[in-house]
């Protein structure tokens, strides 16, 4: 179920979002000839629809990124209720990189590094939503928006366990991924 | 190409959670109904994205099921979704009921779709939008890459999930002009 299933449907949706931020940039160039032509206000509504496209301001990845957030949040609000309570924000970030990431990821982190300043470096050398990818440099420039979705996903837990942060992942070599935690600091 | 070598990794497809696949489909039919808003585009799209998937399922079921024999007929192949393609992709079993049309259109039986579970369906979308046709789009995606034309369509009822399934007719293969086989 999880496996195939979920790295088809993954695909599915990378390239769902690639085609609606198409659409955009399409609505936004037209609605710029409309713009010019029209004169009486009153013909606006016509093109609310249209208006409506234009003006959505997210590109593929913003998508993504938002459609994992509210993933990653749910996961770790039912896998993290039965565990115990977490005193300091290292212990929040481990749960993420062992249960969490087991449960979700199939596999826990292989490396976790902090400056004890709020950034953390999370390291899988075999992350499994790009297992679909081949083992190499290849295609470290277009898989970006492959990461956008496990990004999202990650900064969803740390948010439904009172962490805000700033997710970034960065690959250098396949199937090496690693993610950048950065952690707001707690007024 | 490179998949050798990550077999026996630490990578254990079985663990990931269902419900990643589950939460993420809902995220996505949820983005979905946002950027069309008429719920019956979005059943159509779901059906084409299942169709998608089906066709490359479709290959990965013949890679690893090589004793399923080539099915003659309806019931034959009611009997492969049931017992081996749909407990192998959905983790559910299905059970076969309601032929009709001389045996060429019957209903799977979906008891606990994994698809629906944490999942609650608007009271004004219930009517217009099927959530589970990707479920029936696969399964049309797949059966249309061995030659089988079909109708797919999913149903949710009070406590399970019907796909109505009905045979249109078997393709041929249509070989370029000029090549034997």
Known sequence: MAGIPFDLLHSQIVKYAKEMEEKRAEAKNRWKEIAESIVD????????QLVKQAFMHSNAETQLESMGYRVGFVLAERLSKDAAKFNTELEIVKFICKEFWSNVFGKQVDNLRTNHAGVYVVQDNNFSMLRTFSDSTQFTKDIGIYLAFPSGVIRGALACLNVQAIVTATVESLPVVKYHLQLAKKA | MSKTTKTGSLVDAKKMSAELFTLTYGAFVTQMLKDYEDPQ???????????????????????????VPRCQDCKQIAEVLSKLAIPNYLGVPATVSNWSSGDREFSLIIESNPLTELVEIPDHLKATLNYSQVIAGAIRGAL???????????????????????LDSILKDSLPAGEDY
């Open chain 2, 144 to 166: 249309e890459a061995l030659h089988f034309k079909v109708y797919a369509v999913a149903v949710e009822n009070a406590s399970n999930t019907e796909i109505r399934i009905k």
């Open chain 1, 41 to 48: 206000s009153t013909e606006i509504d016509k093109y609310d």
């Open chain 2, 41 to 67: 585009v979005v059943t159509a799209k779901l059906d084409k994205i299942g169709f998608d998937m089906g066709t490359v399922l479709a290959d990965d079921f013949l890679a690893k099921s090589a004793n």
